[in-house]
């Protein structure tokens, strides 16, 4: 059979599952084949004469849980009785297909100094349908199931043994292309739109979907929200496909290899390293009134304080797909917490997400406004931190003007609280970040 190999899945009509494992249109194609030519042997009975292929049977073992496989007769067996047990004509025998094709007549044989003569039989693999569900197109997803070929013989036309050397097992790895969260083998513009009209739900909410939760990775991980590091980790795949992954998704084999996960070497005990720290600056603002606005409207007021929420420090964390390099911003979000009764806030792009291409979200409650940037282009934004994210502006409530008289120096306090604040690198890996700080505003007359 052939080497280890990737089954990526797609969506099966109106849900992602395929209603039955046989109806499944992801197949995938093992062949089952003769290395090489038989090489001329004389026949026991007429040693005058070679020995020819008259018939070859083997078994195929796997894991029914996980695939169903189906077996169809190759180009050797043409004008050959075939036998054939599996998921289509035996599927009481779970986790065993077989076959079995002889020649009748000593006329007809399989040429097998010929690719057609050598190929004995098509191994179709399909994934059950519960794999669909337990798979999220997260970094790293995937399941490996193993075809274990046994029984393999081959036989001349009077019935003797030809000797083989090998019967060769085989590995597949079923998985989604990492950020294709409608899955068509392609992370295109319906991802990208898929993902950010869920940004900012939450487990328990009707818009999320824990299959477009992507981070943390895992074969079944997710954090229970769906923010900026998902959208960035669909972001920076955009134009990747099942043919050319980006990055690059290398199917898994359970045996070792190149292929395989390699062992851990152990390491050293690690260091502390330096996280970048995110906060308002400043921390205290004045917010001096003139007027209220003729429109009543707390959004229509000249009367402004503004903060930089600031990134303070260089990212020195390493690169999680490649520890050589260090991690570059891709994508941020916070959330700021208000008192409406006092102030409303709008937020826009600070520096850092203006000198790239970013695309910006805001989500608005009655008491908070969520902010995320994430990266549209696979180039990081040229100004990397330390810089400003994003700038605060606060602006009155037409009610506050009649409760503070000019000339008698009353103020009125109030706070801003910063919380989930989130950096993440181009692939959606959060980049480790600390403090979320908020800031206070003072709101008085000249």
């Given at each position: 059979?052939?080497?280890?190999?990737?089954?990526?899945?797609?969506?099966?009509?109106?849900?992602v599952?395929?209603?039955?494992c046989?109806?499944?249109?992801?197949?995938?194609?093992?062949?089952?084949?003769?290395?090489?030519?038989?090489?001329?042997?004389?026949?026991?009975?007429?040693?005058?004469?070679?020995?020819?292929?008259?018939?070859?049977?083997?078994?195929?073992?796997?894991?029914?849980?996980?695939?169903?496989?189906?077996?169809?007769?190759?180009?050797?067996a043409?004008?050959?009785?075939?036998f054939?047990?599996?998921s289509?004509?035996?599927?009481?025998l779970?986790?065993?297909?077989?076959?079995?094709?002889?020649?009748?007549?000593?006329s007809?044989?399989?040429?097998?100094?010929?690719?057609a003569?050598?190929?004995?039989a098509?191994?179709?693999?399909?994934?059950?349908p519960?794999?669909?569900?337990q798979?999220?197109?997260?970094?790293?997803?995937?399941?490996?199931?193993?075809?274990?070929?046994?029984?393999?013989?081959?036989?001349?036309l009077?019935?003797?043994?030809?000797?083989?050397?090998?019967?060769?097992?085989a590995?597949?790895t079923?998985?989604f292309?990492?950020?294709?969260?409608?899955?068509?083998?392609a992370?295109d513009v319906?991802?990208?739109?898929?993902t950010a009209?869920?940004?900012?739900?939450?487990?328990?909410s009707?818009l999320?979907?824990?299959?477009?939760?992507?981070?943390?990775?895992?074969?079944?991980?997710?954090?229970?929200?769906?923010d900026?590091?998902?959208?960035?980790?669909?972001?920076?795949r955009?134009?990747s496909t099942?043919?050319?992954?980006?990055?690059p998704?290398?199917?898994?084999?359970?045996?070792?290899?190149?292929?395989?996960?390699?062992?851990p070497?152990?390491?050293?005990?690690?260091?502390?390293?330096?996280?970048p720290r995110?906060?308002?600056?400043?921390?205290?603002?004045?917010l001096p009134?003139?007027?209220?606005?003729?429109?009543q409207?707390?959004?229509?007021?000249?009367?402004?304080?503004?903060?930089?929420?600031?990134?303070?420090?260089?990212?020195?964390?390493?690169d999680?797909?490649?520890?050589?390099?260090l991690?570059?911003?891709?994508?941020?979000?916070?959330?700021?917490?208000f008192?409406?009764?006092?102030?409303?806030?709008?937020?826009?792009?600070?520096?850092?997400?203006?000198?790239?291409?970013?695309?910006?979200?805001?989500?608005?409650?009655?008491?908070?406004?969520?902010?995320?940037?994430?990266?549209?282009s696979?180039?990081s934004?040229?100004?990397?931190?330390?810089?400003?994210?994003?700038?605060?502006?606060?602006?009155?409530?037409?009610?506050?003007?009649?409760?503070?008289?000019?000339?008698q120096?009353?103020?009125?306090?109030?706070q801003?609280?910063?919380?989930?604040?989130?950096?993440?690198?181009?692939?959606?890996?959060?980049?480790?970040?600390?403090?979320?700080?908020?800031?206070?505003?003072?709101?008085?007359?000249?």
């Amino acid at each position: 059979m052939s080497p280890p190999g990737n089954l990526f899945l797609t969506r099966q009509g109106a849900k992602v599952p395929p209603a039955t494992c046989l109806g499944g249109n992801n197949p995938a194609v093992f062949q089952e084949v003769l290395s090489g030519p038989i090489l001329p042997a004389p026949d026991p009975k007429n040693p005058a004469q070679n020995q020819h292929v008259g018939a070859f049977q083997f078994e195929v073992r796997y894991d029914a849980k996980l695939v169903c496989v189906q077996l169809v007769a190759g180009p050797a067996a043409a004008g050959m009785v075939c036998f054939i047990q599996d998921s289509l004509t035996a599927p009481g025998l779970a986790g065993l297909a077989r076959i079995g094709c002889v020649t009748e007549g000593k006329s007809v044989f399989p040429d097998t100094m010929t690719d057609a003569g050598r190929h004995l039989a098509d191994i179709i693999v399909r994934a059950q349908p519960e794999l669909y569900s337990q798979l999220r197109p997260n970094q790293d997803n995937g399941i490996v199931a193993q075809l274990l070929d046994q029984g393999c013989q081959l036989a001349d036309l009077q019935g003797h043994p030809i000797k083989i050397h090998s019967c060769e097992d085989a590995d597949i790895t079923f998985r989604f292309l990492e950020g294709d969260v409608v899955p068509d083998c392609a992370v295109d513009v319906l991802d990208a739109q898929n993902t950010a009209f869920r940004w900012g739900a939450r487990k328990g909410s009707l818009l999320y979907d824990s299959f477009r939760d992507l981070w943390p990775s895992g074969q079944v991980n997710g954090d229970g929200r769906i923010d900026v590091k998902d959208l960035q980790f669909v972001f920076g795949r955009l134009g990747s496909t099942c043919q050319n992954p980006h990055p690059p998704q290398p199917p898994v084999n359970p045996k070792g290899g190149p292929t395989g996960t390699p062992t851990p070497l152990p390491t050293a005990t690690p260091q502390l390293t330096p996280q970048p720290r995110i906060n308002k600056s400043p921390t205290l603002v004045r917010l001096p009134l003139s007027s209220p606005p003729e429109t009543q409207r707390c959004e229509d007021s000249a009367d402004t304080a503004t903060f930089n929420v600031t990134v303070k420090g260089t990212i020195v964390s390493p690169d999680p797909k490649a520890t050589a390099e260090l991690q570059q911003l891709g994508a941020f979000e916070f959330t700021t917490y208000f008192d409406p009764s006092r102030v409303c806030i709008d937020i826009a792009p600070g520096p850092v997400a203006l000198s790239g291409t970013m695309t910006c979200l805001t989500q608005r409650g009655a008491a908070f406004v969520t902010f995320g940037c994430a990266s549209t282009s696979k180039a990081s934004p040229p100004t990397q931190p330390p810089g400003i994210l994003a700038v605060v502006t606060v602006r009155p409530q037409p009610a506050l003007y009649p409760l503070l008289p000019q000339g008698q120096g009353q103020e009125i306090v109030t706070q801003l609280f910063n919380d989930n604040c989130q950096l993440a690198d181009l692939q959606g890996h959060a980049i480790p970040s600390k403090g979320c700080d908020g800031a206070t505003v003072v709101i008085s007359h000249p």
